[in-house]
């Protein structure tokens, strides 16, 4: 079993609709979980970090963790064309402050 | 808050050659970076944790005298690849933050 799993797509989504990304990872004492957004051909962005049960938007981003299930989400509302990437989970564990990630989810948002 | 520059962005060098990498953190100090590797179509690949004034922690199956990591101060990092070959072609990136980790902008290696 991977430590960190993702679908790997693509996840193909009509413009304006909600991209639902999920994420489920092996240690139960990971702390802390990530959200990347990598173009092709560049380095990956943070769009945002959660550390407790729940949800946390930023924007038209929502991150939604649950330890006890192990599964921590991703939702983009209103996808626009510009979000067509791949996204990237990754965590970080009870033990140092290395990140873990998955294998990421390409996602295309057609017009 | 938390950029971390890299550079250079694109390097062509020859096979047998070394090849420097730089991140810096321009805007908090850094007591530990990362360095990945990635290959195309593929995740990034954790190969070593670099400490400030100490030695770099490397992740199992990646030589430590090829990718030989300096860490002198607290917002530079450098990654040296060694007797680069053609199979060292890549691209590399640095992370480093203070909470969300942030990369460079990457760092893409071609050996002839």
């Known amino acids: 079993q991977k430590e960190v799993e993702q679908n790997s797509g693509p996840l193909s989504v009509p413009e304006g609709a909600i991209a639902s990304l999920n994420c489920t990872y092996s240690?139960?004492?990971?702390?802390?979980f990530f959200w990347y957004r990598q173009y092709s051909g560049k380095s990956p962005e943070l769009i945002m970090f959660i550390y407790s049960n729940g949800d946390k938007e930023d924007g038209r981003f929502t991150a939604q963790l649950n330890k006890a299930s192990q599964y921590v989400s991703l939702l983009i509302r209103d996808s626009q064309p510009s979000d067509s990437a791949t996204y990237l989970c990754?965590?970080?564990?009870?033990?140092?402050?290395?990140?873990?990630f998955g294998g990421g989810t390409r996602v295309l948002v057609k017009p | 808050g938390a950029v971390v520059s890299q550079h250079p962005s694109r390097v062509i060098c020859k096979s047998g050659t070394s090849v420097k990498i730089e991140c810096r953190s321009l805007d908090f100090q850094a007591t530990t970076m990362f360095w990945y590797r990635q290959f195309p179509k593929q995740s990034l690949m954790l190969m070593a944790t670099?400490?400030?004034?100490?030695?770099?922690?490397?992740e199992q199956g990646v030589e430590k005298d090829k990718f030989l990591i300096n860490h002198a101060s607290l917002t530079l990092s450098t990654l040296t690849v060694t007797s680069a070959h053609p199979e060292d072609s890549s691209f590399y990136i640095c992370?480093?933050?203070?909470?969300?980790?942030?990369f460079g902008s990457g760092t893409r290696l071609t050996v002839v």
């Open positions: 990754a965590v970080r564990g009870a033990a140092g402050n290395k990140l873990t």
């Open positions: 670099s400490n400030e004034g100490s030695k770099a922690t490397y």
């Open positions: 992370s480093a933050g203070t909470g969300g980790y942030t």
């Open positions: 240690d139960r004492g990971s702390q802390s």
